[in-house]
């Protein structure tokens, strides 16, 4: 390797880079000093809040092909009357697989029933004739209002035939008193019709008048009238609403709410007598129909095995941090075969966690079930696991890993 003489090391042989350094302008650094710390701190504070999943990844894991077996069970007592499903045969769900006979349970159901229509037939007729009391009782008071109403009629009639009266009064005295003031003008005979007709208007007026009065008195005659049949009609609908007819209604309503719930006891009791598939599946035992005898509550009609649950992904770990894992933990599930780029990332949460086997624990993730239709689960399929054991911070897992060493 060449090496320079000391004199060709002068900063005079290089002018352009003493030039350089001697035009450095020092703020420059203490700004990008500031800055740069200023990064540094921000940096730290975001470490402090800015959360972060700490995650454990499953060494194995599988799509599990476990089968799920059903017991169904009588859920009452009574006779095998017959039994529809057969060994082997599928069955979706809700089928009929045996029909227990309960004869007591159904004369009792018949009694209700009948007992029902006969209750409801009483309380048809008590409210009739409930009805007829009422309008019995209100007939009368129709009448009267109708009086009422005549003799208000009458009253104004009468009103308009004493006004009537009294502007004809007015208009003969009117006369009259023009003819006295013409004098001589006017004849004796002209003044004396004149004063004759003004007192048969008057009579005519104050009868009018006395009419009208006869007519008010009426009306309130028959006001007083309607009044008091009101208040004793009120008094008799009162009493009425107390009377044994009224108790009778109300102690037969009763009687019916009573009587429909029991009939709606007993049908879901009979309900029970149907013995139903509670999922759909293959039937592998069924209860011998041959005997025909009584069963009791509780008993073992069949057996069926539902279809293979591919929802759900068993997995095993021995990773370091495996000791927080709990159930119901959110977990992240990638396949292989289905790349996450293309079908993105199946999403679960642990259903089981297993004890810890030399330093192994198993686990079971159940899938939710919102994942893209073009994936198609089968029993084996490998599985990439990733459980979320812990929210963090970033500042909190260093701190957590530095007291780990």
């Known amino acids: 390797m060449r090496r320079w ?3 060709e090391l002068d900063p005079r042989h290089f002018p352009e880079t003493t030039d350089f350094l001697l035009s450095y302008d020092p703020p420059a650094i203490r700004v990008l000093t500031y800055l740069l710390a200023s990064l540094l701190v921000a940096a730290v504070g975001w470490s402090f809040v800015a959360p972060y ?16 077996v059903h017991h169904v069970t009588a859920m009452t007592a009574g006779r095998l009357e017959s039994v529809r499903a057969k060994e082997g045969a599928r069955v979706g769900a809700s089928d ?6 309960v004869p007591e349970r159904a004369v009792e159901v018949r009694r209700i029933a009948a007992e029902i229509a006969a209750i409801s ?3 048809e007729l008590l409210e009739q004739r409930v ?10 008071l129709r009448v009267a209002r109708l009086a009422v109403a005549a003799a208000q009629a009458t009253e104004i009639a009468m009103a308009a035939e004493e006004e009537v009266a009294g502007a004809r009064l007015r208009t003969a005295e009117t006369e009259a008193e023009r003819l006295g003031q013409l004098g001589y003008l006017a004849s004796d005979a002209e003044r004396v019709q004149a004063g004759q007709e003004v007192q048969a208007l008057r009579a005519g007026r104050e009868a009018a008048t006395a009419r009208v009065r006869q007519a008010r008195v009426a009306h309130e005659q028959a006001r007083e009238r309607l009044a008091g049949m009101e208040a004793a009609t009120a008094g008799t609908l009162a009493q009425a609403a107390l009377s044994d007819l009224e108790l009778e209604r109300e102690e037969r309503r009763r009687e019916l709410a009573a009587a429909k719930a029991e009939h709606q006891r007993l049908a879901l009791s009979m309900e029970r007598t149907i013995v139903r598939a509670p999922v759909a599946g293959r039937v592998t035992s069924v209860i011998d129909a041959s005997a025909g005898g009584l069963v009791a509550e509780g008993t073992e009609i069949a057996r069926i095995v539902a279809g293979e649950d591919v929802s759900v992904i068993e997995a095993t770990t021995s990773d370091r941090g495996a000791g927080g894992l709990r159930e119901a933990a959110t977990a992240r599930v990638t396949l292989p075969a289905y790349p996450y780029q293309d079908f993105g990332v199946l999403t679960g949460r642990v259903q089981r966690v297993g004890e810890e086997v030399r330093d192994t624990w198993r686990f079971e993730v159940r899938l939710d079930p919102s994942r893209d239709p073009r994936i198609t689960l089968r029993p084996g399929m490998a599985a990439e696991v990733e459980v979320t054991v812990e929210r963090t911070t970033i500042a909190g897992f260093v701190v957590k890993k530095l007291r780990l060493r």
Not at 53 to 68: F, K, N
Request: hydrophobic residues 40%; without cysteine.
């Open 5 to 7: 003489p000391i004199e």
């Open 131 to 140: 009805g007829q009391v009422e309008v019995e009782s209100r007939s009368e």
């Open 96 to 101: 009929v697989l045996a029909v227990l006979a």
């Open 121 to 123: 037939r009483q309380l």
């Open 53 to 68: 999943d700490e995650t454990i990844a499953a060494s194995t894991a599988q799509v599990s092909g476990r089968q799920s």
